[in-house]
């Protein structure tokens, strides 16, 4: 079971960033949960969003997790929310900041003895560049492909792909081109 | 003719979505909604699939719960086959029209998305709304994830228009924790799930207009008793469609339901009974602890709340030492409701064994794995001194002092 | 007492003498038909006293035993101007293209209205005890009214 905890603000794309990613994943077989606290929430409010990944059904409904992997997606949240709640010893982190790592952990003390298991990679500016909108999930779903060495990045590409098969092309491109920049990108 | 969509072999889908796709796929023919979260996707899903050429239907907007639902009744009455969504606060407005429907004996689909009932406000998941239909005469179905949302819908409309049964049907599922949580969804293509379901069949309908009918027609003492007699037993008696309904869907999906589930039973000591997602958490918390303490922990959980399986309880629990019943929903004054259902169950049986009560989960409060092995452990104690060493009434993940109501009389 | 356009259906019974079944012989969802037999043709059509009304339709019941007073329909008097068969809260005047024909006697639970909106001078229907003879009734029948000078 892989469980990740998703750092966001509403309107920023982490519901959809969830349950783009369970999508993705689904197709690999694997059982998925993806889910989020919100609900009355207006835009801009802290919100959380969860993904569950197994190879068996997921029948664990409860709210409670240990994250395997805390994704931020907005970089205020990073300084002003409590990421590293409930955390292992192994948790990983991606955080969207425009600072380079060492700076961004010399401001968060929380993160001082976790430095080797922090990544970061500007979501804010890859989809400015890219999408044009300060939609950061698509690039987050590339550090992510990198950092957890789950699926290769053209494959994750393809699904993508197809789960965004709705969409105009133009908006498709875009999205795969956030996600390969922050494939490459996050550090 | 609608068009058809193509649907992947597994879908992402959370609860409301796989809801509306059901009602898509069973081609509904009117929706009357007045939406209101966490039920809103529903019947929004509806309109977007009525508007893109996927369905031959109407999606009425109406100015309340209360005209939504009358909307309803008026579709099903004229002779179409109907369904809407609601939760909370617009179930309540709801309740007044929810009598007329049963008593109409028209088979609306009603998903009930749970949330909790203000005051205080608040849009997140407890039961309070699904108990508050108990007594309404509809068919209650409940779904413990989104797979399962997708599937009692198309039973449901199966069973509420069978001939034999012509009532009303809830779907139950749990606001946000069921209703907003994308999971693994295995749908039907729609030629399958319109198959299973089959073309509706109008009994009574007012626009056969060679059949002039009156509905709604008012009874005083001499003829009410009887009618709500009728149809009392015509509720009691829709388990034997109830069961072929499920064992035809298990038969075309190999996915089985059953009036009562029943999980890790067997040879259980101690267990819990539960209602909506938290059946899934605790039944994950029984497995963890038969793997790491030995607790012979099992799971029992109504999927069809009414009628309610009170043989099937009897017979699920006779042989276990202690029972934690878990109440989504505040009973303000009383023993929880599915308590004082079970206990009845087991009242009528040579074998009773211990039963306490647990309020959890109020407003959306999570049921953690820890919560559930909490009880079952506490539920082992009594077990082993064989009486309840604590209240009857406690309450599971409260902030505050202990809370707790009524005390096992243990002498004469 | 048959009022006028009387049928074989109407009013052949008291009101509530239907005959009580048990819980197992009620219809499903009180679902009552008004008919005996399939309409083929449009009911509109139909004259109410053609109709095969159902022994649950109110058109087959009275209310007749009710009435301590009665309307008296006086034909001379009569402009058919239907004001009585619209204000009629029982559907209980009788009238055939436009023309007033008298009192549904099975129905009329002698509430006075049509006496109250009558415009005619002297009223083309008046309140009489029910025991009264239509003519008797109309032999008592009042004058014009003179206006009385201001």
Redesign the interface.
């Known amino acids: 079971m892989i469980e990740i905890r998703w750092h966001s603000r509403a309107g920023q794309g982490a519901v959809t960033g969830?349950?783009g990613l369970?999508?993705v994943v689904?197709?690999t077989g694997k059982?998925?949960?993806?889910?989020?606290?919100y609900?009355?929430a207006k835009r801009g409010a802290a919100m959380r969003a969860y993904n569950r990944i197994d190879d068996k059904?997921?029948?664990?409904?409860?709210?409670?997790m240990r994250p395997d992997y805390v994704l931020v997606i907005d970089p205020a949240l990073a300084f002003t929310d409590n990421i590293t709640e409930n955390d292992k010893p192994e948790t990983k982190y991606i955080i969207t900041t425009h600072l380079d790592k060492t700076e961004l952990i010399a401001q968060i003390p929380e993160l001082q003895d976790k430095k080797d298991r922090v990544y970061t990679v500007d979501c804010m500016q890859i989809s400015l560049d890219t999408i044009g909108r300060a939609i950061p999930n698509a690039p987050m779903l590339g550090a992510f492909v990198k950092v957890s060495g789950m699926f290769q990045l053209d494959e994750f590409l393809e699904s993508m792909k197809r789960v965004l098969a709705k969409f105009p092309q133009k908006i498709i491109d875009a999205n795969m081109e956030a996600i390969t920049r922050a494939y490459n990108e996050v550090k | 003719m609608a068009e058809k969509m193509e649907l992947n072999e597994v879908e992402v889908w959370d609860g409301n979505y796989a809801a509306a796709q059901a009602l898509r796929q069973a081609q509904v023919d009117v929706v009357a909604a007045y939406p209101i979260t966490p039920s809103t996707p529903i019947v929004e899903n509806y309109g977007a699939f009525v508007a893109n050429g996927y369905i031959d239907g109407e999606f009425v907007m109406v100015e309340s719960e209360h005209a939504a639902m009358s909307g309803c009744v008026g579709a099903a009455a004229a002779g179409g086959r109907v369904a809407t969504a609601t939760s909370s606060q617009g179930f309540m407005l709801m309740i007044e029209v929810l009598y007329q429907a049963s008593g109409m004996r028209l088979p609306i689909i009603l998903n009930v998305v749970n949330r909790a009932i203000a005051s205080p406000l608040n849009v997140r998941g407890d039961h309070g709304d699904m108990y508050a239909g108990r007594d309404s005469g509809w068919i209650q179905l409940d779904a413990f994830n989104a797979q399962e949302a997708y599937d009692l819908n198309l039973c449901a409309f199966k069973i509420g228009e069978d001939i034999n049964v012509r009532l009303p049907v809830m779907v139950h599922q749990d606001g946000f924790l069921t209703s907003h949580t994308a999971q693994n969804v295995y749908p039907l293509s729609d030629d399958e799930a319109y198959a299973f379901i089959g073309d509706y069949k109008p009994v009574d309908e007012m626009l056969d207009f060679t059949r002039a009918v009156t509905y709604g027609a008012q009874t005083e003492e001499d003829w009410h008793y009887e009618h709500k007699a009728k149809q009392h037993r015509a509720l009691m008696d829709s388990y034997t469609v109830i069961d072929r309904v499920f064992a035809e869907f298990k038969e075309k999906t190999g996915r089985e339901y059953k009036r009562l589930e029943s999980y890790l039973m067997e040879d259980a000591e101690v267990a819990i009974v539960a209602l909506g997602s938290t059946v899934e958490t605790a039944l994950l918390a029984a497995k963890q602890l038969r793997e790491s303490e030995g607790l012979k922990a099992g799971v029992v959980a109504p999927r069809v709340f009414r009628p309610f399986p009170f043989n099937e309880i009897r017979d699920a629990l006779a042989n276990v030492k202690a029972v934690a019943v878990l109440d989504r929903s505040c009973p303000m004054g009383a023993m929880g409701a599915l308590f004082n259902e079970v206990s009845a169950a087991m009242y009528a049986s040579p074998h009773r064994p211990l039963i306490t009560n647990f309020i959890y989960g109020l407003g959306g409060r999570d049921f953690s794995l820890e919560d559930a092995k909490a009880i079952f452990r506490e539920q082992k104690g009594h077990a082993d001194v064989g009486y309840i060493t604590t209240p009857l009434q406690q309450f599971s993940g409260l902030r505050g002092p202990k809370l707790g109501f009524y005390e096992m009389k243990r002498s004469k | 007492m048959k009022g006028v356009l009387a049928t074989d259906r109407r009013g052949i019974r008291e009101l509530g003498a239907e005959e009580l079944v048990g819980w197992d012989e009620v219809t499903q969802g009180v679902i009552l038909e008004s008919f005996e037999v399939p309409m083929e043709e449009n009911v509109a059509h139909i004259r109410p006293e053609e109709r095969p009304y159902s022994d649950f339709s109110s058109y087959t019941a009275t209310v007749a035993s009710w009435r301590v007073i009665k309307p008296v329909y006086n034909r001379d008097i009569c402009i058919d101007c239907q004001n009585c068969w619209v204000w009629c809260p029982d559907t209980s005047i009788i009238s055939r293209d436009k023309q007033m024909l008298g009192i549904d006697y099975d129905h009329c639970k002698g509430c006075g209205v049509c006496v109250e909106v009558c415009p005619t001078n002297p009223k083309s229907l008046l309140m009489f005890s029910e025991a009264e003879e239509p003519e008797a009734a109309l032999a008592k029948w009042p004058e014009k009214k003179k206006k009385e000078k201001k």
């Open positions: 969830a349950k369970g999508d689904s197709r059982q998925v949960q993806a889910f989020a606290l609900g009355s059904p997921i029948i664990n409904h409860a709210k409670f």
